[in-house]
């Protein structure tokens, strides 16, 4: 029986099913040292500066898990469509929350060089603010 060697794609999805408040994870076996991370919310450079926005982002996180879907595209430039289910304390209380997303991943010597996570705001925290969750679930309705 052959085993197959770990990808970066592998170690990126356990990264991300394994990262919480108090253990970020490998964070350098999954990206180079100078990747550009962008998602809704901000743009970094830098696995330093990458460390610190996720330490910061999971502070007030009870879980965290993602179902990965089909890989589309191939090396070097790919798409991986998930699934995030989310426990936030500030976020509805702690109650679990699921939002869609895709990650474009650029990669290069089995290192991500390039992360870019796109995915609605709204569905992650707009939607859960007290005031404004209202007008945005109402925004959707009268939209669809």
């Known amino acids: 029986m052959t085993i197959m060697p ?6 990126f999805q356990r990264l991300f099913n394994q990262m919480s408040s108090d253990q970020l994870g490998a964070l350098e076996s999954v990206y180079s040292p100078d990747v550009r991370f962008t998602d809704p919310f901000v743009t970094v450079e830098g696995l330093d500066a990458l460390t610190e ?25 790919i798409c991986l469509p998930w699934t995030m289910t989310l426990q936030h304390r500030r976020i509805r209380r702690g109650t679990p929350i699921q939002v869609d ?3 474009h991943l650029q990669l290069a010597d089995d290192l991500i060089l390039a992360h870019r996570d796109y995915f609605d705001a709204g569905q992650l925290l707009y939607e859960h603010l007290p005031v404004l969750g209202s007008a945005v679930r109402l925004i959707r309705k009268y939209a669809a």
Do not use: K, M, Q
């Not at 770990?6 to 170690?11: A, F, G, I, S, Y």
């Not at 926005?53 to 430039?77: L, Q, W």
């Open 6 to 11: 770990e990808t970066c794609l592998d170690r």
């Open 53 to 77: 926005y996720f330490s910061s982002a999971y502070t007030n996180v009870i879980s965290c898990s993602f179902r990965f879907d089909d890989v589309i595209g191939a090396d070097p430039a």
């Open 101 to 103: 997303g895709i990650s």
